[in-house]
Each structure stands twice: as structure tokens, then as C-alpha cells.
């Protein structure tokens, strides 16, 4: 059975063979994009390629992209623990010509890969494309003579890839496995799509065309292929598993949490496990990519992804901060593919324990009170705003920490009023300080108080971490 490790290799290997470069992963924080809050796709650290606005001396690449989808356009956060192939953090396998070949090629290495190399059945394989693209029918018959109940033609952009409203853009297939009936979910554009018996595990992009303001389109001169698969969902199918969590890396993990914590790793806490598991990965390697947590933008991301997980170690009965003990974990796992994570050990291990050392100082006393709060509400009302901004404010819980507290309660919270809250609070911390007469910006001194503790609890700035930086 091969390791994630191996997997890995064997994708970036077999591209190489077909004449591919193995470029390293880029920083979760894109260097060349402003407008991106993390790298959340393989092609990120191409995009100036796909346009033709940069060349370099390949035309061929392949890459393992660590990526993070918990803020800005792309969030999985609220999946983590509910699905079985959403992570916070995941590894996407691409390959990429810029210019070079372009759909029969793209298709007939996906599937050489994932019937030939990988072994995987056939029957147990089916396709989406985009309802208007006869030509990527055709090839999938001839290329992988799928019969026509096993190619989808969707209508959605999920099956239209554009990076904005102007620039290359163009259809995409994506490649489903079918884990089988004993798992719940339909196929591809059925009412039951969203379950886990059928898995997309590759989304091949076709940048054909150039959309203009004005709406038109031409094709480009340069057709382009972008694609990814998830390293943990191609890793679970080929291990045998229907469920990324059940990999050999995140059962170590989910080991090491079980070990840290004196607990059951299959029991009741196992969906706790599984969301510490996730979080370790994405906390890490933003760590390990210099984002600190803090009460804005990145760093405020970062905070929630560490409290959501230190709120699940607490409900697994830990007395002490037990987050930075599951490094070594990690490192062990993949340290070697990303040597950064050695690098950054003691930074992350030392980041950890001070969030959560601070973090359990109100955690309990804040969920004491959620806890008497929601006693007090009556059937299906949701927790109200100014409760949940009492919660954020002066116990230090991310608005998503209450509202996946209550999701396990069949409870949601009132946002509306907990906006109004948080716009109140803003009013008066702005009014204060424009009264006080200085000079400096306001932000600056905001971002100095929180550096020196001061405002721990008060996220005067933008909270508006869902939306890009
Ligand atoms: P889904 O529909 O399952 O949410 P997606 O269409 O959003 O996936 P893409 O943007 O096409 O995903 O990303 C390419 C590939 O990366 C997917 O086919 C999948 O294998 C993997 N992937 C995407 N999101 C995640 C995630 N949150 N965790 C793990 N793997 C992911
Ligand atoms: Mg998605
Ligand atoms: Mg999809
Ligand atoms: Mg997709």
C-alpha cells in the first residue's frame, strides 16, 4: 500500500517522464498576488504564465502545492470533521503546459496515470465536462472509452474555470471515483452529489479562451492546461480507505492527538481528532510560512483555524495545552517533502503553546457561559448576537468557534445582531481614540496595542477576514 510520500513521488515522477519540470511548491502566501489571502491552487504561482506576461526555460511543469481553503474566496473550514475529502490544508498534485499541449494530451496523461501507474479500475471511474464541450467528449470516448452514462455534462462553473471577470479562462472535466454503494451520495449534479461515495479527485482546466470587459471572447493563441488532484483523496482510494482521514499520515496524527490527550482515537472524540488533525497541518505550515496569529486579515485566519482546534482538545478532556506536543508528529510525516516544517519546529511549537496557554485562561469560563446561554434559549432560537459578541469580546472566541460550538447543538447564532454588536463596539473604540487628539493612524496603533497584549481580546480591525486581503 503506498504512503502519501510515495504517492507523491510517483505523480511528480511520471510528469517528469513525460517530459515535465518538478517545481517546488510556492509560499501558502502568494509572493506575486496582493488580492489573495493564501495559495489555494497549484496554478497561483503560474498565473503570470498562463498570460504570456512571463516566460521561462520550461513549457512543462509539475508541482505539489501546499495550499490552505480557510479564508478568502476558497474556505473549507466548515467542512473539516463533516466530510470525508475536505481539509484546511491539502496538497494538490498538478501538471501544467503553458502553450504547449493542450486537451487530448492533458486527458490521455490523467487517465495513463490514474488506470496504468495508479492500477485503479476503470468502471469505478467517471467524468464531468462542460455542457457545451463536444470536443472534451469525444476525447474522454476515445481516449478512455467511457461510455456516455459516465460523462456528466454539467452546466455550472463548477465546471468553468475563470480567475476573474476578464483574462484566460476556459472549460474543465473533473474525474470522479466511486468509493461505492455502501457509502450515501449521488454522482455529479444528482440532489446527493455532496456525500462521499463520489469523489472528485482531479479537476483538469482547459484555458482556451480570453474573456474581455465587454463580454466577448477569443480564443487564445496560447491554449494552456492547469490541473489538481488532491494528494489525500487520490492517497485514500489507493489505500483502500473511503476517507481521507483514514490515510497512513492522518492516522498518525490523529495517533499522536489520541496519545496527547489520553483518549480513544476510533471512540466518540474521534471527529475531534480529526479536526486537531487538520488544524495541526494548516496552523504549521502557515506558521512555517511566517504568518503569526493576530486580529487581522492572515493572522486572524490562522487564530481561528488554533482555536478551533484548541476548543477541540479541551472537549477531549485536556488539562493543559497539548497542540505544540503534535509537531514532532507532523515533522516525522512531512518533514522530509517540506523541510521548512524542521526549519520552523521550535517557532511553531513555541507559537502553540503561547495561543493556547492564553486561549485556555477563557476558554472554559466561555463555554460555562455558552453553555448556561443556550439553556436559556428556547426551541430552535438561535444564540443572539450580543451574547456571541460578549463570547468574542471578552473571552477571545472566533464568531466560527460559537457557531461550531452550537452546530453540534443544532444551533445557529444571529449574525445580524452580532454585527451590529461589533459595529457598536468599532463606533466607540474610533470615536475614543479620535478624541485623544494624536496624529498617528489609528491602525498602526491598533496593530502596536496588539503586539503588546493590550487589546487581546479586541478585534478593533477589520474583521472581515472572509473577504480577500
Ligand atoms: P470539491 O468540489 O470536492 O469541494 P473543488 O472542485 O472545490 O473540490 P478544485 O478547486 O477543483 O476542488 O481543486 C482541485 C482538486 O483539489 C480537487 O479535485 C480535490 O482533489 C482537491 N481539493 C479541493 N479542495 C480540497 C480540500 N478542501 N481538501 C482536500 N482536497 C481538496
Ligand atoms: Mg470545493
Ligand atoms: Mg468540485
Ligand atoms: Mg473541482
Not at 472566541?397 to 443544532?410: I, S
Not at 445580524?416 to 473604540?429: H, V, Y
Request: net charge negative; with cysteine.
Amino acid at each position: 500500500m503506498p504512503s502519501l510520500n510515495e504517492i507523491r513521488s510517483t505523480f511528480l515522477r511520471y510528469f517528469e517522464g513525460h517530459g515535465h519540470a518538478i517545481v517546488p511548491s510556492s509560499p501558502l502566501i502568494p509572493r506575486n498576488d496582493p488580492t489573495l489571502m493564501f495559495t489555494a491552487a497549484g496554478m497561483v504561482q503560474f498565473k503570470n504564465l498562463f498570460t504570456g506576461v512571463e516566460t521561462r526555460d520550461y513549457s512543462r511543469a509539475t508541482t505539489a502545492q501546499k495550499c490552505v481553503r480557510a479564508g478568502g474566496k476558497h474556505n473549507d473550514l466548515d467542512n473539516v470533521g463533516y466530510t470525508a475529502r475536505h481539509h484546511t490544508f491539502f496538497e494538490m498534485l498538478g501538471n501544467f503546459s503553458f502553450g504547449d499541449y493542450f486537451k487530448e494530451e492533458a486527458i490521455t496523461l490523467a487517465w495513463g496515470l490514474l488506470t496504468k501507474e495508479f492500477g485503479i479500475d476503470p468502471d469505478r471511474l467517471l467524468v464531468t465536462v462542460f455542457h457545451t464541450d463536444e470536443e472534451a467528449v469525444e476525447i474522454w470516448k476515445k481516449v478512455a472509452d467511457l461510455p456516455d452514462d459516465r460523462i456528466i455534462r454539467i452546466a455550472t462553473d463548477d465546471n468553468f474555470w475563470s480567475a476573474g471577470p476578464t483574462g484566460p479562462c476556459g472549460p474543465c472535466t473533473e474525474i470522479f471515483y466511486d468509493h461505492g454503494p455502501e457509502i450515501w451520495g449521488g454522482p455529479p449534479g444528482s440532489p446527493e452529489e455532496d456525500g462521499d461515495r463520489f469523489i472528485e479527485i482531479w479537476n483538469l482546466v482547459f484555458m482556451q479562451y480570453e474573456q474581455f470587459s465587454d463580454g466577448t471572447r477569443r480564443d487564445l493563441d496560447a491554449q494552456s492546461i492547469d490541473t489538481g488532484m488532491g494528494l489525500e483523496r487520490i492517497g485514500a482510494l489507493l489505500q483502500g480507505k473511503h476517507d481521507n482521514y483514514d490515510t497512513d499520515l492522518f492516522r498518525a496524527l490523529i495517533e499522536a492527538s489520541a496519545q496527547v490527550t489520553g483518549t480513544d482515537p476510533d471512540g466518540d472524540g474521534n471527529v475531534h481528532h480529526r479536526v486537531i488533525a487538520d488544524h495541526l497541518r494548516s496552523t504549521s505550515f502557515l506558521i512555517a510560512d511566517g504568518v503569526l496569529p493576530g486580529n487581522e486579515g492572515r493572522g486572524y485566519v490562522l487564530r481561528r483555524i488554533m482555536r478551533r482546534a484548541m476548543r477541540h482538545a479541551h472537549l477531549l478532556g485536556a488539562a493543559d495545552p497539548v497542540m505544540h506536543r503534535l509537531v514532532p508528529a507532523l515533522v516525522q510525516e512531512m518533514g522530509q517533502a517540506y523541510p521548512e516544517l524542521g526549519q520552523a519546529q521550535s517557532v511553531i511549537e513555541d507559537t502553540l503553546l503561547n495561543e493556547e496557554t492564553r486561549f485556555r485562561r477563557t476558554l472554559e469560563r466561555g463555554l460555562k457561559l455558552l453553555d448556561e446561554e443556550v439553556a436559556k434559549l428556547s426551541e430552535g432560537q438561535d444564540l443572539p448576537g450580543e451574547t456571541a459578541f460578549k463570547l468574542y469580546d471578552t473571552f477571545g472566541f472566533p464568531l466560527d468557534l460559537t457557531q461550531d460550538a452550537l452546530r453540534e447543538k443544532g444551533r445557529g447564532v444571529n449574525t445580524e445582531t452580532f454585527d451590529s454588536a461589533m459595529a457598536e463596539q468599532k463606533a466607540k473604540a474610533r470615536a475614543s481614540w479620535v478624541g485623544s487628539g494624536e496624529q498617528a493612524d489609528a491602525a498602526i496603533w491598533f496593530d502596536v496595542a496588539d503586539a503588546h497584549g493590550l487589546t487581546e481580546f479586541l478585534g478593533y480591525d477589520d474583521l472581515s477576514a472572509e473577504g480577500e486581503v
